[in-house]
């Protein structure tokens, strides 16, 4: 786990080293154990890295790396876990003489023996690549196949650039930081920005399973990723052959892929253990450490005061029936409320997901104790484990049964009427109504019944839940032109529940998930890895009946089979929480003169992107306690308080960014 940097000046504009070592030293917190620079002149490259160290802690493992016959050159962040086996097959075709034992040089020297588009498909990892082809005088970038680690890229001016972090690409000279209006109008919609697109105007960030070639002698040409993996194909191909296997074969089979994907992950040269929240995915991950372990697991979790957000004493319970060695920690609220200025520079870009607060605090805790941490991210989309993937499908059925053109009428004819009441009415009815419709916020909730009401196909209804800032309030860009847009569903993936589970896993997924875990984790220089990101792993579960995943109302059903093998129960079957704060609290609360300085009327006019009136509405709604507008504050505030970050100058060493 590392972060890589570097350049293609053709024109030789730059001082190669000072530009990529200055580039590099900016996101030291991604690689504090060491550093290196490699440049060729002639033809305009410079390769940048900071090495986290975790296979081979010896000078053989450093980066930048040349392979054995002199003609690629790489910086790699990430880890390839089944490099044992591509080593095997590399000796076994023709044995040769290695420099150490890291995973870096068995994949470079893949790259040389067969060729990057095979390697690439050969490795099972998470990785950001940058490689140069020293005879072709050609630079490829790649992406892993889910997006656990960033990539972007860009040309400035005349010079073609690529960082880990956005940070290193703005200490380029030259570069603009001017914004890209639909990336923010997407980012107003969702809570954070997908790919292709970043913040600033003529950045990419490079799309999951792809790469890009850069001829050496070109300028200004925009490369086009190739696909060296796609999960559209993978999906289409495991429904059209499904598994024809009992319920009790399922069980076994997922378990022992789930054995596997865990044991890979497991290997390492630094203390390593797990993320433990105490719902089913973290559990899961956790029970096959401890079964692939002749040793105790270490494994991590924070409480908080709030009982109704509290799984610690769940994730303990756990721990002790599973026999780990457990840590918690209780986060008084000063802890997590001194973290908020600081996330627009631990983030990078705007990202508006606020369980990035915990996740950035379990990270610093299990840092003090080991480099390496297992997590059960993924778990969710792959087995549906969000509540759109088991409720939304009987709504979006009885969505489908009006007629299309009285949706829209309806959807309007309720939000007519204000949450405030909506709620007074529902609660005069009261006992008459079902649960569900009398539930707490029951205003809130028929507002978001009638945005999702005027959907006129499932990848509108599906848009519409997960969308927060409906009328943007922005006029910077009219309408949000998103990559999820684009998505085409794989033929055979005809229930609701699946439609989602596939958008997530290519858009939520990589964009929310993944970024948030990724940034917070490395921002205190620990590497997480994701078991349920296994292919042969997510191969396998779409290979099964849709009804194992989401059964009678109820997700993640073959993977709560298989953990019953580990632990009972009545450890695990209660209601998905996740990590979450009260946002909604802390707002009108402790973080409420923070909050009210960036939305004030006069740094709302000062910046000069939202649109004064509505943010000033929506805060004075949400301080007046009508309606919980937390979400939609959350993403105005962390887009405020990055455009102020904007201003300061960069920090260059990870220290001063803990400090």
């Known amino acids: 786990m590392c972060g890589i940097v570097g350049l293609l000046d053709v024109g030789q504009r730059l001082d190669l080293r000072g530009v990529v070592m200055e580039m ?30 975790i296979l081979d802690l010896s000078s053989e493992g450093a980066q930048p790396m040349i392979s054995h016959d002199q003609r690629w050159v790489i910086v790699f962040n990430g880890e390839i876990y089944n490099y044992r086996e591509i080593r095997g097959r590399l000796d076994a075709a023709s044995p040769r003489s290695w420099r150490g034992h890291s995973d870096t040089e068995v994949l470079l ?39 656990e680690k960033p990539l972007y890229y860009g040309w400035v001016g005349g010079v073609f650039v690529f960082g880990s972090e956005l940070k ?14 639909r990336a923010l109008a997407e980012y107003l919609r969702y809570g954070h920005v997908s790919q292709p697109r970043s913040i600033y105007a003529g950045i990419r960030k490079l799309a999951p399973g792809c790469w890009i070639a850069l001829e050496g002698r070109v300028i200004g040409e925009e490369p086009s990723p190739t696909a060296y993996w796609s999960a559209y194909n993978v999906i289409a191909r495991a429904r059209a052959r499904p598994l024809e296997l009992s319920e009790p074969e399922a069980v076994e089979r997922l378990d022992h892929s789930l054995r596997r994907a865990v044991a890979l992950r497991m290997e390492a040269d630094v203390p390593l253990g797990s993320f433990l929240s105490g719902g089913l995915d973290s559990s899961t991950v956790a029970a096959c450490m401890q079964a692939n372990s002749p040793g105790q697991v270490r494994t991590f979790t924070i409480g908080t005061d709030d009982k109704h957000l509290n799984e610690a004493p769940y994730a303990k319970a756990i721990a002790e029936y599973l026999g780990t060695d457990h840590t918690e920690l209780y986060v008084p609220p000063g802890a997590a409320l001194e973290l908020v200025p600081r996330l627009a520079e631990i983030y990078d870009e705007p990202f508006a997901d606020s369980s990035q607060i915990p996740t950035y605090i379990i990270s610093r805790l299990a840092r003090e104790h080991l480099t390496v941490a297992l997590t059960g991210d993924g778990g969710d989309e792959l087995f549906g484990g969000y509540s759109r993937h088991f409720t939304g499908e009987p709504v979006w059925s009885a969505i489908e049964r009006l007629p299309r053109p009285l949706r829209r009428p309806l959807a ?6 204000s949450p405030a009441v909506w709620e007074a009415a529902i609660g005069a009815l009261g006992p008459l109504l079902p649960a569900a419709v009398s539930a707490p916020q029951a205003g809130e909730r028929m507002h978001r019944l009638a945005a999702v009401l005027a959907s006129q196909t499932s990848h509108d209804f599906y848009r519409n839940l997960i969308a927060h800032w409906r009328r943007l309030p922005t006029s910077a860009a009219t309408e949000v032109d998103s990559y999820i847009d684009g998505i085409e569903v794989p033929p055979g993936v005809d229930r609701f529940a699946d439609q989602a589970m596939y958008f997530d896993t290519v858009f939520y997924l990589p964009e929310d998930i993944l970024t948030k875990v990724d940034r917070a984790a490395m921002a205190v220089s620990l590497e997480t890895r994701a078991p349920f990101l296994d292919r042969e792993l997510f191969e396998l579960a779409w290979s099964l009946p849709s009804h194992m995943r989401v059964h009678h109302g109820q997700g993640k059903y073959i993977l709560r089979r298989v953990l019953e093998r580990y632990i009972p129960n009545r450890l695990f079957d209660r209601p998905k929480k996740g990590f979450a704060v009260p946002v909604g609290t802390w707002l009108r609360e402790e973080l409420r003169d923070w909050a009210e300085g960036l939305l004030s009327e006069r740094k709302l006019r000062e910046f000069g992107v939202l649109d004064v009136r509505t943010v000033r509405r929506t805060w004075n709604e949400h301080q007046g306690g009508r309606r919980d507008c937390s979400t939609r504050l959350w993403i105005v505030l962390m887009l405020q308080a990055w455009l102020e970050d904007q201003r300061r100058p960069l920090r260059s060493h990870a220290a001063e960014l803990h400090d």
Not at 114 to 142: T, V
């Open 24 to 53: 590099a030293d900016c996101i030291a917190h991604r690689g504090p154990d060491d550093s290196g620079v490699w440049n060729d002149g002639a033809a305009g490259v410079s390769l940048g890295f900071r090495r986290l160290a």
């Open 109 to 147: 020297e893949a790259i040389a023996e067969w060729c990057p588009q095979k390697a690439l498909e050969s490795a099972e990892g998470m990785f950001a690549i940058a490689l140069w082809d020293r005879r072709d005088r050609r630079l490829l970038l790649a992406r892993d196949r889910f997006g």
């Open 168 to 181: 290193a690409l703005r200490r380029v000279p030259g570069f603009e930081d001017g914004l890209d209006c």
């Open 412 to 417: 309007g004819a309720i939000h007519l009427v």
